[in-house]
């Protein structure tokens, strides 16, 4: 089973911040089918990114999705009020595994 | 409007059974491949099961195999999960999820409310 771990647990920053959210895998993900989530409280998580690097619909171009291999990184160029939540990423190319989940909170 | 709506939760003894639904509607869900998808309490995101477009191909977590079957029926736009031989470690928030795709392992685009299930004497 891939293990995903998600770094940092907690991410402090301020609203127009650039947050950068790492995702590191235990073994090479196969053609970089990685995606990425957002949960807010009470809520189902919601779908960002997939494929690495695609948006998913309706989702904006202030998130954007990189990495391959192990090394995969979300990064939100500029946070807006919506955008404090808890982001998971997540692996399909063996079987379905979940990161721990980053929480990114209001500094 | 794309709407997956769970039901089936509640309360139950250890041992005990439960079988969850997913009522399905504003796509052509025999198009699609899905999902459930658990979170216990205050915990992050477990996939539970995953089922093709036809259901020829069922995929279960090791930590239900043997205990959980999901199936689906497509004439009724319904996913389901069949919950026996129930465990506190079970009691969770469980959603059923739409995947992108007709394949198994996709990711998945359209999720429930979830409904909660709670593993207790």
């Known amino acids: 089973e891939i293990v995903l771990t998600q770094s940092p647990g907690t991410l402090s920053l301020s609203p127009g911040e650039r947050a950068t959210l790492s995702c590191r895998a235990s073994?090479?993900?196969?053609?970089?089918?990685l995606a990425w989530y957002q949960q807010k409280p009470g809520q189902a998580p919601r779908l960002l990114i997939y494929?690495?690097?695609n948006r998913a619909t309706g989702i904006p171009d202030r998130f954007s999705g990189s990495g391959s291999g192990t090394d995969f990184t979300l990064t939100i160029s500029s946070l807006e009020p919506e955008d404090f939540a808890v982001y998971y990423c997540q692996q399909y190319g063996s079987s379905l595994t979940f990161g721990g989940g980053t929480k990114v909170e209001i500094k | 409007e794309v709407q997956l709506v769970e039901s089936g939760g509640g309360l139950v003894q250890p041992g005990g059974s439960l079988r969850l639904s997913c009522a399905v509607s504003g796509v052509t869900f025999s198009n699609y491949a899905m999902s459930w998808v658990r979170q216990a309490p205050g915990k992050g995101l477990e996939w539970v099961a995953g089922?093709?477009?036809?259901?020829?191909?069922?995929y279960h977590a090791d930590s239900v195999k043997g205990r959980f079957t999901i199936s689906r029926d497509n004439s009724k736009n319904m996913l389901y999960l069949q919950m026996n031989s129930l465990r506190a470690e079970d009691t969770a928030i469980y959603y059923c999820?739409?995947?992108?795709?007709?394949?198994?392992?996709?990711?998945?685009?359209?999720w429930g409310q979830g409904t909660v299930v709670t593993v207790s004497s």
């Open positions: 494929g690495e690097s």
């Open positions: 089922i093709s477009d036809s259901a020829g191909s069922t």
């Open positions: 999820a739409k995947k992108t795709t007709v394949v198994v392992t996709a990711p998945m685009d359209i």
């Open positions: 073994q090479s993900v196969s053609s970089g089918y």
